[in-house]
């Protein structure tokens, strides 16, 4: 049952330019959304977040957009550097969070 | 900064062992959570921790596993009877409050032999 989908397992994008990474969900009672940075052999980190009563949330680099119509969350970072090469997970919160499958983000120099 | 630590980084056991991971949560945080990644695989959510007692717990934590913040600063994870399909990373996170980002340790890998 997933619940958060990641649909792309990976992404290459140049430095400098944006990086989307996307995702879905299906519950609509989700209400609390995060994103998380992974890099190998760490913790997540936390990211950004967003509520479900908002439609943008932006800090520095890192923007995520929330359409709750179609159930989609995006997270766009601008412009992207090599450092933010990373797995990254989407969250969402009914109770518990529920954690996307992952996109391994690459920023190629 | 303030962060979630764990230990060990790795732990290596054999079938049917017991095994406790340890985490020490940020200090002023008040919600804790244990959640495991399988290699490959997703993230997944174990169980969360408020006031002393479970507050939520998922299918993957059944009686095998139990949860113990035995004093003020230390939260625990117990697996009872390994199994080889207990093999992944547990990460500790803790939040302020139940509602706010939680904020993740390193992770302790967990080999079952």
């Known amino acids: 049952d997933q619940q958060v989908k990641q649909n792309s397992p990976s992404l290459s994008v140049q430095e400098g330019r944006i990086s989307i990474l996307n995702c879905d969900y299906t519950n609509s009672m989700f209400d609390y959304f995060l994103w998380y940075k992974k890099y190998p052999a760490e913790g997540p980190t936390f990211l950004i977040s967003?509520?479900?009563?908002?439609d943008k949330n932006e800090d520095g680099r890192f923007t995520v957009f929330l359409n709750k119509s179609a159930k989609h969350l995006s997270l766009h970072i601008v412009p992207s550097q090599p450092g933010d090469s990373a797995v990254y997970f989407c969250a969402a919160r009914l109770s518990a969070y529920i954690f996307g499958t992952g996109t391994r983000l690459k920023v190629l120099a | 900064e303030p962060e979630v630590t764990q230990t060990p980084s790795h732990q290596v056991t054999q079938m049917g062992q017991e095994v406790i991971l340890r985490c020490v949560p940020i200090s002023n945080h008040l919600y804790f959570y244990w959640y495991r990644q399988i290699l490959g695989q997703k993230v997944e959510f174990l169980v969360s921790?408020?006031?002393?007692?479970?507050?939520?717990k998922s299918e993957i934590f059944d009686d095998q596993f139990s949860v113990e913040r035995p004093d003020g600063s230390n939260f625990t994870l117990k697996i009872r009877s390994t199994k080889l399909e207990d093999s992944a990373m547990y990460f500790c996170?803790?939040?302020?409050?139940?509602?706010?980002?939680?904020?993740f340790g390193p992770g302790t890998r967990l080999t079952v032999l």
């Open positions: 967003i509520s479900s009563i908002k």
């Open positions: 996170a803790s939040s302020a409050e139940t509602r706010s980002e939680q904020f």
């Open positions: 921790f408020y006031n002393n007692e479970i507050s939520e």
